[in-house]
């Protein structure tokens, strides 16, 4: 197995050397390429010679294993100093995912990280999600291989009907979500990102749906805030390919939903450049996005909130006129999101870092928009994957972690 150079050796690599020293005298390892089928990817991914490459917050794999004891994914990154941070669940514990570990992906080489372990054989589904936002300078994360000592076979199946795609700016790009206890203020270097812990991530998670999400920190949809802004990102397939037009819509993944969270940014050029171009560009937006997906009756979700809310008003006109057009549009209001879901008190309006919501005013944001999009969409109830067989499970190891 290839090893991060000695002065780079962690706690993780030794894990992994001495996991594979113990099991290689009595199993067999059996790896399979990321792009195989048995791997499920959601989000903007591109595969390559067998691995699969993103960037984007949120991208996701899932991948089932019978009879293992461990599954390792051989990961790297195109990031010069730190790489992204992923995070690993397990579906075998009567939740659609129970999280067993995250870490940052290490720039020296590709390496192996251990996605979860056992005492004993079990079957059980393995998602891993990247949880960190591009901007913060994590480059492009390509997952080469799956490892286990058990059998792959295919993940239980995604549900029909619920794919759903986010675009924002830093709320939903997971900034400053996470706040240190204690804090007065703090800043985010994707430290204190967690795409988990967002609304997005939280409502991915509740319906069991296929995500994607495109955000990135500080943008607007008007073109009078200069530079490239969330139309031109929206079209590419990784971050930095910004502002070329590198994603194929056409590729046969188009979201049911779109939900758009934006305007915060916005409120820095409505004065001078006045509503009505907030309002219009909105409007081409949503129609462009049904004419690049070829898809219609997409269902756009539109909200506003919670760190401004002078935006408000011009973000339900937008809902109104975009009915009239025969565009599928539905308001959702998280205005007073961190209040309803206020457990502590800090400096800032919100409890995330920068004035943001974090935590608690994510899970305000989820609480305002699942009822809403459950209603619209017809997803009264979250959505529980089919039944695995269950035979090998065992009770959970103490040191899973």
Known sequence: ????????????????????????????????DASDDRVVWSGRTLAAN????????????????????????????????????????????????????????SPAGSSEHVLFASN?????????????????GTGITTVVSFTTDGTFQAPPALPAGRRIEFIGDSITAATNVVRPEGAPSC?????????SQTYEGLLCHRFN??????????????????GLQMPDYYLSQFFQDAPKPTHNFSAGWAPDAIFINLGTNDNRVIPKAGPQSFINQSL??????????????????????????TTMNYTVEIVALASGEGLKATFVDM????????????????????????IEG????????WPIMAKVMGWDAPAQPPQMDLTARVPLPVWTR
């Not at 002065?7 to 390892?29: C, E, H, K, Y």
């Not at 219609?296 to 809310?309: K, R, T, V, Y």
């Open 50 to 105: 067998g691995a699969v490459q993103f960037d984007w917050l949120g991208v996701t794999a899932r991948v089932a294993v019978s009879g293992a004891t461990y599954v390792i994914a051989n990961v790297s990154t195109s990031a010069k100093t730190r790489g992204t941070r992923l995070k690993a669940y397990m579906s075998d514990q009567g939740f659609n995912l129970y999280p067993e570990v995250q870490f940052w992906v």
């Open 187 to 195: 800043g985010d270097g994707g430290y204190q990102s967690d795409y």
């Open 120 to 136: 004993n054989p079990r079957t059980t589904a393995i998602t891993l999600e990247n949880i960190v936002d591009p901007q913060y």
């Open 362 to 369: 994510h899970r305000g944001m989820y609480e305002a928009a």
């Open 335 to 358: 205005s007073t999101a961190c209040a309803d879901a206020r457990l502590h008190a800090n400096t800032d309006d919100c409890d995330g870092c920068a004035g943001h919501p974090g």
């Open 284 to 309: 081409a937006f949503m129609k462009n996005s049904t004419l690049w997906y070829n898809k219609p009756d997409i269902q756009f979700f539109l909200s506003a909130g919670p760190m401004e809310n």
């Open 209 to 226: 749906a296929d995500c994607s999400t495109i955000a990135v920190g500080g943008k607007c949809m008007m073109r009078e805030c200069g």
């Open 1 to 32: 197995q290839k090893i991060a150079a000695t002065s780079l050796l962690t706690m993780r690599d030794i894990f992994v050397t001495a996991l594979f020293g113990l099991l290689s005298a009595n199993a067999v390892a059996v790896s399979i």
